[in-house]
């Protein structure tokens, strides 16, 4: 665009050099009228021009990429290989505590089905961390390393309590439902939506009020599902009360840091893992720095989340071999990119 532009300047200038009676601002303002009367036609000759342009160009940047994905994961390749392997192993000792759980718990239907799924999604979000690891955007890996400690530190708080406080979590969806509902009422007309039926409306309602009247007015605020194990002073719960509750809070500054590449603050734009934290330094796309805080944050919550498992039945043998070979795994990861981040440093 800013080539467009100068050569419009240079035909302003040529054509008043050759028509002295004519102000260069009268030029100049003819030649931006007909530019705007004219962007329809010229913004689709571009367009497809763009298109056209497609084979040429995406070949060179996949290129580009592979290239840069190849050498990323070339340097870091024995840490990230070793993290996958532990992610493998809390997918395989959630398979096995679950079959184990079915045997001996009966009555933690509840407690059973959240932490299911809480350890399933926390398996997604470990591989979508190690996929960001691979491609070297190691702040968006930290983001959602926040999210697996999020899934940690609750797993282990519903772990630790009887099924009454995991069937609390269950229903406080219910609560999550009907604040979704009535958001989207609210916004619906402006984003030119449907807005949702009447009766589905009050389905959501009803329900909202039944687990109210259930658990009390103190369960629909944030975090409600907890207001029955954490005693504060503020009205609402957050999730460093989650944190200190569970005495997780070790890694609380990181968590402060993984909050950073999530919202949009002042020190967000000047501090990038991606960067060493080199403020003069701008990145708008991967670098092969910055990935070993990210990964081995990702390596102690995995291993948090296998001994959560352990810790909620009474383990078989093999599962404490699981249990046994992941700590020892996760200690090797750490020191492997403890390692590897020192000879990272040396090179720049």
């Given at each position: 665009?800013?080539?467009?532009?100068?050569?419009?300047?240079?035909?302003?200038?040529?054509?008043?050099?050759?028509?002295s009676n004519?102000?260069?601002?009268?030029?100049?303002?003819?030649?931006?009228?007909?530019?705007?009367?004219?962007l329809p036609?010229?913004?689709e000759?571009?367009?497809?021009?763009?298109?056209?342009?497609?084979p040429d160009?995406?070949?060179?940047?996949?290129?580009?990429?592979?290239?840069?994905?190849?050498?990323?994961?070339?340097?870091?390749?024995?840490g990230l290989?070793?993290?996958?392997?532990?992610?493998?192993?809390?997918?395989?000792?959630?398979?096995?505590?679950?079959q184990?759980?079915?045997?001996?718990n009966?009555?933690?239907?509840?407690?059973?089905e959240v932490?299911?799924?809480?350890?399933?999604?926390?398996?997604?979000?470990?591989?979508?961390?190690?996929?960001?690891?691979?491609?070297?955007?190691?702040?968006?890996?930290?983001?959602?390393?926040?999210t697996?400690?999020e899934?940690?530190?609750?797993?282990?708080?519903i772990?630790?309590?009887?099924?009454?406080?995991?069937?609390?979590?269950?229903?406080?969806r219910?609560?999550?439902?009907?604040?979704?509902?009535?958001?989207?009422?609210?916004?619906a007309?402006?984003?030119?939506y449907?807005?949702?039926?009447?009766?589905?409306?009050?389905?959501?309602?009803q329900?909202y009020?039944?687990?109210?009247?259930?658990?009390?007015?103190?369960?629909?605020?944030?975090?409600?599902?907890?207001?029955?194990?954490?005693?504060t002073?503020?009205?609402?719960?957050?999730?460093?009360?989650?944190?200190?509750?569970?005495?997780?809070?070790?890694?609380?500054?990181?968590?402060?840091?993984?909050?950073?590449?999530?919202?949009?603050?002042?020190?967000?734009?000047?501090?990038?893992?991606?960067?060493?934290?080199?403020?003069?330094?701008?990145i708008?796309?991967?670098?092969?720095?910055?990935?070993?805080d990210?990964?081995?944050?990702t390596?102690?919550?995995?291993?948090?989340?296998?001994?959560?498992?352990?810790?909620?039945?009474?383990?078989?043998?093999?599962?404490?071999?699981?249990?046994?070979?992941?700590?020892?795994?996760?200690?090797?990861?750490?020191k492997i990119?403890?390692?590897?981040?020192?000879?990272?440093?040396?090179?720049?």
């Amino acid at each position: 665009m800013g080539t467009l532009s100068n050569s419009i300047e240079q035909l302003v200038n040529k054509y008043t050099n050759e028509h002295s009676n004519i102000s260069p601002d009268c030029v100049k303002a003819a030649f931006n009228e007909a530019a705007i009367k004219s962007l329809p036609q010229v913004t689709e000759i571009i367009f497809h021009a763009v298109l056209k342009s497609i084979p040429d160009i995406l070949p060179l940047n996949k290129a580009n990429i592979c290239g840069f994905v190849e050498r990323n994961i070339k340097f870091w390749d024995k840490g990230l290989n070793l993290l996958e392997v532990l992610s493998s192993i809390s997918l395989e000792t959630g398979e096995a505590a679950w079959q184990e759980w079915d045997h001996e718990n009966k009555n933690t239907i509840y407690k059973r089905e959240v932490l299911r799924r809480l350890h399933v999604k926390s398996c997604q979000v470990a591989s979508e961390i190690i996929c960001l690891l691979k491609n070297g955007f190691a702040d968006g890996a930290l983001a959602r390393w926040r999210t697996l400690h999020e899934s940690a530190t609750i797993m282990h708080v519903i772990a630790v309590n009887d099924d009454s406080l995991a069937e609390r979590f269950f229903d406080y969806r219910t609560v999550e439902h009907w604040n979704k509902v009535r958001f989207y009422q609210e916004k619906a007309p402006a984003l030119g939506y449907k807005l949702i039926s009447p009766r589905v409306e009050l389905q959501r309602k009803q329900a909202y009020d039944i687990v109210v009247k259930k658990y009390g007015h103190k369960f629909t605020g944030p975090y409600g599902w907890a207001s029955e194990i954490i005693i504060t002073d503020v009205k609402r719960i957050t999730f460093f009360d989650i944190e200190k509750y569970a005495k997780m809070g070790k890694n609380r500054p990181f968590y402060k840091c993984a909050c950073e590449k999530i919202h949009i603050s002042c020190n967000s734009l000047y501090n990038s893992l991606g960067t060493n934290t080199d403020e003069s330094l701008l990145i708008a796309g991967p670098s092969n720095v910055g990935l070993s805080d990210p990964a081995i944050l990702t390596t102690i919550s995995i291993s948090q989340i296998i001994s959560t498992l352990g810790a909620s039945i009474e383990p078989s043998y093999d599962l404490i071999i699981h249990m046994s070979v992941a700590q020892r795994l996760a200690d090797e990861i750490e020191k492997i990119f403890n390692q590897l981040k020192n000879k990272m440093n040396k090179c720049l």
